[in-house]
Protein backbone atom coordinates (compact mmCIF):
# COMPACT_ATOMS: atom_id res chain seq x y z
CA UNK A 1 0.00 0.00 0.00
CA UNK A 2 2.81 2.24 0.78
CA UNK A 3 4.56 1.53 -2.42
CA UNK A 4 1.53 2.43 -3.98
CA UNK A 5 0.78 5.70 -2.88
CA UNK A 6 4.28 6.37 -3.72
CA UNK A 7 4.16 5.42 -7.22
CA UNK A 8 0.26 7.16 -7.66
CA UNK A 9 2.24 10.97 -6.17
CA UNK A 10 5.49 9.92 -8.77
CA UNK A 11 3.18 9.76 -11.67
CA UNK A 12 0.28 12.04 -10.68
CA UNK A 13 2.97 14.88 -8.54
CA UNK A 14 1.54 18.43 -10.16
CA UNK A 15 -2.15 17.22 -9.81
CA UNK A 16 -1.77 16.44 -6.40
CA UNK A 17 0.07 19.49 -5.47
CA UNK A 18 -2.25 21.25 -7.18
CA UNK A 19 -4.49 19.88 -4.85
CA UNK A 20 -2.83 20.23 -1.64
CA UNK A 21 -2.44 24.11 -2.69
CA UNK A 22 -6.68 24.47 -2.95
CA UNK A 23 -7.21 22.61 0.08
CA UNK A 24 -4.51 24.59 2.28
CA UNK A 25 -6.50 27.86 0.74
CA UNK A 26 -9.69 26.69 2.82
CA UNK A 27 -9.69 26.52 6.98
CA UNK A 28 -10.97 22.99 6.80
CA UNK A 29 -8.51 21.87 4.15
CA UNK A 30 -5.54 23.59 6.65
CA UNK A 31 -7.32 21.84 9.35
CA UNK A 32 -7.34 18.18 7.22
CA UNK A 33 -3.97 18.25 5.96
CA UNK A 34 -2.91 19.39 9.56
CA UNK A 35 -4.24 16.19 11.12
CA UNK A 36 -2.59 13.95 8.16
CA UNK A 37 0.51 15.65 8.77
CA UNK A 38 0.55 14.93 12.24
CA UNK A 39 -0.19 11.49 11.71
CA UNK A 40 2.12 10.56 9.29
CA UNK A 41 4.83 11.94 11.85
CA UNK A 42 3.44 10.05 14.89
CA UNK A 43 3.62 7.08 12.35
CA UNK A 44 7.17 7.88 11.34
CA UNK A 45 7.70 8.51 15.32
CA UNK A 46 6.55 4.96 16.02
CA UNK A 47 8.31 3.23 13.56
CA UNK A 48 11.22 4.38 14.76
CA UNK A 49 10.47 3.37 18.21
CA UNK A 50 10.03 -0.09 17.21
CA UNK A 51 12.73 -0.23 14.85
CA UNK A 52 14.91 0.94 17.58
CA UNK A 53 12.88 -1.93 20.20
CA UNK A 54 13.75 -4.45 17.51
CA UNK A 55 17.11 -3.98 17.50
CA UNK A 56 17.81 -3.55 21.28
CA UNK A 57 16.19 -7.24 21.92
CA UNK A 58 18.10 -8.89 19.13
CA UNK A 59 21.16 -7.95 21.15
CA UNK A 60 20.31 -8.69 24.51
CA UNK A 61 22.72 -11.58 25.36
CA UNK A 62 20.82 -14.67 27.50
CA UNK A 63 22.55 -16.41 30.01
CA UNK A 64 24.94 -18.98 30.01
CA UNK A 65 23.30 -22.18 29.56
CA UNK A 66 20.01 -21.10 29.21
CA UNK A 67 17.54 -23.51 27.72
CA UNK A 68 17.12 -22.29 24.51
CA UNK A 69 13.35 -22.24 22.62
CA UNK A 70 13.30 -22.08 19.16
CA UNK A 71 10.55 -20.69 17.49
CA UNK A 72 8.65 -22.45 14.88
CA UNK A 73 8.32 -21.18 11.15
CA UNK A 74 7.22 -22.69 7.84
CA UNK A 75 8.38 -26.11 6.68
CA UNK A 76 8.34 -27.30 3.04
CA UNK A 77 8.23 -31.34 3.34
CA UNK A 78 10.47 -31.89 5.75
CA UNK A 79 13.01 -29.19 5.05
CA UNK A 80 13.22 -25.67 7.43
CA UNK A 81 12.18 -22.77 5.01
CA UNK A 82 14.74 -19.69 4.74
CA UNK A 83 13.63 -18.34 7.79
CA UNK A 84 13.26 -21.40 9.76
CA UNK A 85 16.95 -22.44 9.18
CA UNK A 86 18.14 -19.01 10.17
CA UNK A 87 16.71 -19.69 13.67
CA UNK A 88 18.37 -23.08 13.80
CA UNK A 89 21.73 -21.85 12.62
CA UNK A 90 21.50 -19.32 15.77
CA UNK A 91 20.24 -21.98 17.92
CA UNK A 92 22.90 -24.36 16.64
CA UNK A 93 25.51 -21.80 17.90
CA UNK A 94 24.15 -21.35 21.45
CA UNK A 95 24.30 -24.99 21.95
CA UNK A 96 27.26 -25.33 20.70
CA UNK A 97 29.13 -22.71 22.95
CA UNK A 98 26.82 -23.82 25.87
CA UNK A 99 26.93 -27.32 26.11
CA UNK A 100 24.82 -27.82 29.28
CA UNK A 101 21.89 -26.04 27.78
CA UNK A 102 18.82 -28.21 26.74
CA UNK A 103 16.67 -27.23 23.62
CA UNK A 104 12.80 -26.59 23.14
CA UNK A 105 11.80 -26.97 19.51
CA UNK A 106 8.26 -25.33 19.49
CA UNK A 107 5.71 -25.20 16.36
CA UNK A 108 2.69 -27.65 15.31
CA UNK A 109 1.90 -28.99 12.03
CA UNK A 110 0.25 -26.77 9.37
CA UNK A 111 -1.91 -27.88 6.97
CA UNK A 112 0.01 -27.94 4.25
CA UNK A 113 3.12 -29.26 6.02
CA UNK A 114 3.68 -33.50 6.24
CA UNK A 115 5.35 -33.54 9.24
CA UNK A 116 5.44 -30.85 12.67
CA UNK A 117 7.95 -27.91 12.65
CA UNK A 118 8.95 -29.26 16.18
CA UNK A 119 10.10 -32.42 14.12
CA UNK A 120 11.45 -30.81 11.00
CA UNK A 121 13.52 -28.43 13.58
CA UNK A 122 14.22 -31.75 15.90
CA UNK A 123 16.03 -33.86 12.62
CA UNK A 124 17.75 -30.72 11.60
CA UNK A 125 19.80 -30.09 15.16
CA UNK A 126 20.36 -33.87 15.12
CA UNK A 127 21.44 -34.02 12.12
CA UNK A 128 24.01 -30.98 12.82
CA UNK A 129 25.02 -33.03 15.98
CA UNK A 130 22.87 -31.82 19.09
CA UNK A 131 22.32 -35.17 21.09
CA UNK A 132 18.92 -36.21 20.85
CA UNK A 133 18.45 -35.91 24.77
CA UNK A 134 18.91 -32.29 24.90
CA UNK A 135 15.88 -31.76 22.63
CA UNK A 136 12.37 -31.44 23.74
CA UNK A 137 9.66 -30.98 20.94
CA UNK A 138 6.75 -29.02 21.64
CA UNK A 139 3.93 -29.41 18.60
CA UNK A 140 1.30 -28.38 18.86
CA UNK A 141 1.54 -24.63 19.16
CA UNK A 142 0.28 -22.13 16.17
CA UNK A 143 1.53 -18.69 17.60
CA UNK A 144 4.36 -17.02 18.90
CA UNK A 145 2.32 -16.61 22.71
CA UNK A 146 1.60 -20.85 22.40
CA UNK A 147 5.45 -21.80 21.61
CA UNK A 148 6.72 -19.62 24.48
CA UNK A 149 3.48 -20.48 26.45
CA UNK A 150 3.48 -24.58 25.74
CA UNK A 151 7.54 -24.30 25.88
CA UNK A 152 7.30 -22.63 29.36
CA UNK A 153 4.76 -25.91 30.34
CA UNK A 154 7.84 -28.18 29.02
CA UNK A 155 10.14 -25.97 31.35
CA UNK A 156 8.33 -26.46 34.47
CA UNK A 157 7.55 -30.39 33.83
CA UNK A 158 11.01 -31.43 33.04
CA UNK A 159 12.98 -29.19 35.17
CA UNK A 160 14.88 -27.35 32.94
CA UNK A 161 16.38 -23.74 33.51
CA UNK A 162 13.73 -21.13 33.35
CA UNK A 163 16.52 -18.65 32.15
CA UNK A 164 15.76 -18.35 28.26
CA UNK A 165 17.44 -17.92 24.99
CA UNK A 166 14.84 -17.40 22.80
CA UNK A 167 15.94 -18.95 19.22
CA UNK A 168 14.70 -17.17 16.25
CA UNK A 169 14.69 -13.80 13.56
CA UNK A 170 16.20 -10.57 14.80
CA UNK A 171 13.29 -8.90 13.57
CA UNK A 172 10.96 -10.90 15.76
CA UNK A 173 13.38 -10.88 18.96
CA UNK A 174 10.88 -7.85 20.46
CA UNK A 175 7.51 -8.96 20.39
CA UNK A 176 9.16 -12.62 21.17
CA UNK A 177 10.52 -11.51 24.16
CA UNK A 178 7.47 -8.92 25.85
CA UNK A 179 5.58 -12.30 25.60
CA UNK A 180 8.40 -13.96 27.63
CA UNK A 181 8.20 -11.27 30.08
CA UNK A 182 4.37 -11.60 30.37
CA UNK A 183 5.15 -14.93 31.39
CA UNK A 184 7.34 -14.14 33.28
CA UNK A 185 10.44 -16.00 31.70
CA UNK A 186 14.09 -14.05 31.85
CA UNK A 187 15.08 -14.20 28.65
CA UNK A 188 18.02 -13.40 25.91
CA UNK A 189 18.26 -13.53 21.95
CA UNK A 190 20.08 -16.25 20.23
CA UNK A 191 19.19 -14.41 17.36
CA UNK A 192 19.25 -15.17 13.67
CA UNK A 193 19.42 -13.29 10.74
CA UNK A 194 17.25 -12.42 8.18
CA UNK A 195 17.33 -12.97 4.05
CA UNK A 196 18.02 -9.07 2.94
CA UNK A 197 14.95 -10.10 -0.08
CA UNK A 198 12.31 -11.31 2.69
CA UNK A 199 13.34 -8.54 5.77
CA UNK A 200 10.83 -5.62 4.07
CA UNK A 201 7.76 -7.90 4.46
CA UNK A 202 8.58 -9.21 7.51
CA UNK A 203 9.87 -6.02 9.10
CA UNK A 204 6.59 -4.13 7.63
CA UNK A 205 4.42 -7.26 8.99
CA UNK A 206 5.93 -7.27 12.05
CA UNK A 207 5.63 -3.74 12.93
CA UNK A 208 2.23 -4.35 12.85
CA UNK A 209 2.28 -7.15 15.14
CA UNK A 210 3.63 -5.08 17.50
CA UNK A 211 1.55 -2.28 17.34
CA UNK A 212 -0.91 -5.38 17.70
CA UNK A 213 0.33 -6.48 21.01
CA UNK A 214 0.76 -3.04 22.69
CA UNK A 215 -2.88 -2.50 21.93
CA UNK A 216 -3.95 -5.93 23.11
Not at 22 to 40: E, P, Y
Not at 128 to 145: F, L, V
Request: proline letters at 2%.
Amino acid sequence: MFCICVILYALFQPTVHRLLRVCWQKRIGKIILSILAAGILLGIALVIVMTILMIKAANTKPASNATVIVLGCKVYGERPSITLEERLKAALEYLNANPDSACIVSGGQGVDETISEAECMYLYLVNNGIASDRIYKEDKSTTTRENLAFSYEIIKEQGLKEQIAIATNNFHEYRAGRIADSLGLEHGAASGDTALWLLPTYYARELFAILYEWVF
